[in-house]
């Protein structure tokens, strides 16, 4: 919708809150505004009225909205995004007073995430989130659909269109319900297929723009997207690296966290999101030069317990050190740890949490082993990790990664 080229200039837009109090409204419009800034519009303006409650018919009054209307022309705008979810009626209404192009802070996301989504069920997710968010929406519109249809005083051909469009809108749910369960089957197995292989798996959640890609990219060299912009990364990344221990563990790049997400993109992304609700253990990334990163961690927090995470282990990864003011008011401990993915710093410290947060499921051993033994060694290389072996006149000695179901045999060889 916003996506620029390089010979056109970005679409000029205006900002409008109403503040009833329900949420810090200043907060609210600066992350709007971030999120227009990454769609591709220039912010000119900004509004924020306060009110007991929302105008049922447009969202701020008429009042207000002829006031806005003439500064619209002053600043040349040609889109009001709303920091709220507009009903259908709401934004015929408004835009009949404004004359100009009214979206949501919803759509806006929607349309975001429709630009940023690179795979297959990426693309399903955001197209369902889209297409929710649509149906409600037609049956407020229907008078300016019954101009689109061509009726001239009539409201037969809007209606017979907004019939057809409801009917299109839901077989269309329908089939992409289908095939995100298709793809959930195919994501369960592959999951399935970790656990029982005995793949560790690390998720990398919290809020968006915190620097989770980045972080990926630096310990694994994934090579994901890396963007100082909102949901730069929409698709799952996992990426195996080596700990201090011997053991891998798969890193999982999520998509990012968003105040107030749209419920529509709550349920689509949720399947994407269960890769936590899976993970052995969970690193919740926040930014330490951002002034509401307790705000940002609440927020992921309280999304992690509605996917049922509570009993996974989890590490407070405190990124962009190299950019914070305050980093005497964090202390590290074995569930958190201070990074600067951009230099690459404390990654040494990350590695260790990781080892001392996930469950034990080997152990690295010396052994040495009797030649009249060595089948066991055998044992220990089909279930786990020899990282060298050298003979002497007592046996094999070997320094190896022992899977845990051997390590009480292998006790009677420990160097």
Do not use: W
């Not at 009903?87 to 004359?99: A, M």
């Not at 979206?103 to 929607?110: E, G, P």
């Not at 029982?196 to 690390?202: H, N, R």
């Not at 990334?285 to 009993?311: I, N």
């Amino acid at each position: 919708m916003y996506e620029n080229k390089t010979d056109e200039l970005p679409v000029k837009a205006v900002l409008a809150c109403v503040d009833t109090g329900e949420f810090d409204a200043e907060v609210s419009i600066r992350e709007l505004a971030e999120l227009a800034s990454t769609a591709g519009a220039e912010v000119v303006g900004t509004i924020i009225q306060k009110k007991t409650s929302y105008d049922p018919a447009t969202c701020m009054g008429s009042g207000r909205l002829e006031e806005l209307k003439e500064q619209l022309g002053t600043l040349e705008a040609e889109l009001v995004i709303f920091d709220h979810e507009l009903t259908g009626v709401q934004i015929r209404n408004i835009e009949d007073i404004l004359g100009v192009r009214i979206i949501d802070r919803t759509t806006l996301i929607l349309d975001i995430f429709a630009q940023r989504a690179r795979t297959k069920e990426g693309k399903l997710q955001v197209e369902l989130a889209q297409q929710k968010y649509r149906l409600p929406r037609l049956t407020g519109m229907g008078t300016a659909l019954s101009r689109l249809g061509g009726g001239i005083g009539t409201r037969g051909p809007g209606e017979t269109k907004l019939e057809s469009d409801k009917r299109h809108i839901r077989k269309r749910i329908s089939c992409l319900e289908e095939e995100l369960e298709e793809l959930k089957k195919h994501r369960n197995f592959s999951r399935s297929r970790r656990k029982k292989d005995g793949v560790l798996c690390a998720a990398i959640v919290g809020y968006t723009n915190v620097g989770k890609s980045t972080l990926l990219n630096a310990l694994t060299d994934a090579g994901v997207l890396a963007e100082n912009k909102l949901f730069a990364t929409l698709d799952i990344t996992s990426r195996s690296i080596e700990l201090p221990d011997g053991r891998s563990v798969m890193l999982i790049d999520t998509v990012g966290l968003i105040r107030r997400l749209p419920h529509n993109l709550v349920e689509a992304f949720k399947s994407t999101l269960e890769e936590a609700a899976a993970a052995d253990v969970i690193l919740n990334v926040q930014d330490l030069s951002s002034p509401e990163r307790r705000q940002q961690a609440e927020v992921t927090e309280k999304l992690l317990d509605e996917l049922g995470c509570c009993d996974i282990p989890k590490i407070n990864v405190m990124n962009k050190s190299d950019a914070a003011i305050d980093l005497d008011t964090v202390f590290e401990d074995d569930s958190t740890v201070i990074v600067s993915a951009l230099h690459h710093g404390g990654f040494d410290r990350l590695l260790d949490c990781i080892v001392k947060n996930l469950p034990e499921t080997a152990r690295r051993m010396k052994l040495l082993v009797p030649y009249d033994k060595s089948a066991f060694i055998g044992r220990v290389r089909l279930e786990g990790k020899v990282f060298s072996e050298e003979y002497t006149a007592d046996g094999t000695e070997i320094d190896a990664l022992v899977d845990i179901k051997l390590v009480k045999e292998a006790q009677q060889y420990l160097v």
